[in-house]
């Protein structure tokens, strides 16, 4: 048994498609009525709405989409501020802090030194 070939369209140009193309055309064979030619219109003009919408729907997608990433690089710029300001808090106190304590530290060290001192006047 022989394989069967697959169909295989005209290609563009052929005097098969040349034929259609000339019957749909001319205009005195057409076989429609009235009727079918104000359906085709609406049909078309629907077809043309539907269009418009999506294209709308999608110009407004796009700007919305753009509005969001907006608001989404002045979130990141007003945290990247906060997080500066609050670093710089924090280390501010946090040296602050150590200074101090350390400050604290000798000065208490050293007023017991003093006092031993006093209390004891010929050791040092």
């Known amino acids: 048994m022989k394989p ?5 369209p005209s290609p563009v140009g052929s005097r098969k498609n040349s034929i259609d193309a000339v019957d749909f055309q001319n205009n005195s064979h057409q076989p429609y009525d009235d009727a079918t030619l104000g359906t085709t219109h609406k049909l078309l003009v629907e077809i043309r709405n539907l269009l418009r919408a999506q294209f709308r729907k999608e110009a407004d997608d796009r700007e919305m989409a753009d509005e969001d990433e907006d608001k989404k690089r002045d979130w990141k710029l007003a945290a990247a501020v906060i997080d500066r300001i609050l670093f ?5 106190l946090f040296v602050g802090g150590t200074i101090i304590f350390s400050l604290t530290f000798a000065i208490i060290f050293m007023h017991t030194i003093n ?4 209390d004891h006047p010929g050791h040092k």
């Open 4 to 8: 069967l070939k697959p169909a295989t």
């Open 88 to 92: 710089i808090t924090f280390s501010t």
């Open 115 to 118: 006092l031993h001192n006093e």
